[in-house]
């Protein structure tokens, strides 16, 4: 196998472990893992306004409302008006949201998290530097993303079925 081949293959086979993961987590819980994401840093940070959401996530305010939404339609947050600054609204979980988090299985970037973390910090860098190189060789150095790992659209429900088969490969 060429080098080409051996990168290839290592990109597929993450690709691969967040879809298996990402199914195991919709089985289990019904989310994805945005959505997980979102509740749990509600729950680790209390009531957050949509723009302190979405700089916690590492993604834009549209699309965290967009998950947002789907949470609200779904009663695993809501939305509160503040009493101190009316133009301010805050995001808290419901009951039936920590109900799920609390059942829900390990994420699978917090494995991640604690093998890199225990990296000495020359091969962290190079790693962060190879995998940035990798994402400008692939142009998707600029495509909104969180550091949760998930394949597929955060907006799932709006793509046909087919099409995020062919997505998926």
């Given at each position: 196998m060429n080098s080409v081949e051996e990168v290839l293959v290592a990109l597929r086979r993450v690709i691969r472990a967040?879809?298996?993961y990402s199914k195991k987590l919709a089985k289990t819980t019904g989310l994805t893992a945005p959505q997980m994401l979102?509740?749990?840093?509600i729950?680790?940070?209390g009531e957050l306004t949509i723009g302190e959401l979405a700089t916690a996530m590492s993604l834009s305010q549209a699309t965290v409302t967009t998950v947002m939404d789907r949470l609200e339609k779904?009663?695993?947050?809501t939305r509160q008006r503040s009493t101190v600054d009316k133009r301010k609204v805050h995001a808290q979980l419901t009951v039936e949201a920590s109900k799920i988090l609390e059942q829900a299985p390990i994420p699978l970037q917090q494995n991640f998290s604690t093998r890199f973390n225990v990296l000495d910090e020359w091969e962290q860098t190079m790693i962060i530097s190879s995998l940035q190189?990798?994402?400008k060789m692939m142009d998707a150095e600029h495509?909104?993303?969180?550091p949760v790992l998930d394949v597929g659209a955060i907006d799932r429900h709006a793509?046909?079925?087919?099409?995020?088969?062919?997505?998926k490969g």
């Open positions: 967040t879809d298996i979102l509740l749990q840093i729950r680790t940070k779904r009663h695993l947050v190189r990798v994402a495509i909104d993303a969180s793509y046909p079925t087919d099409t995020l088969e062919k997505e």
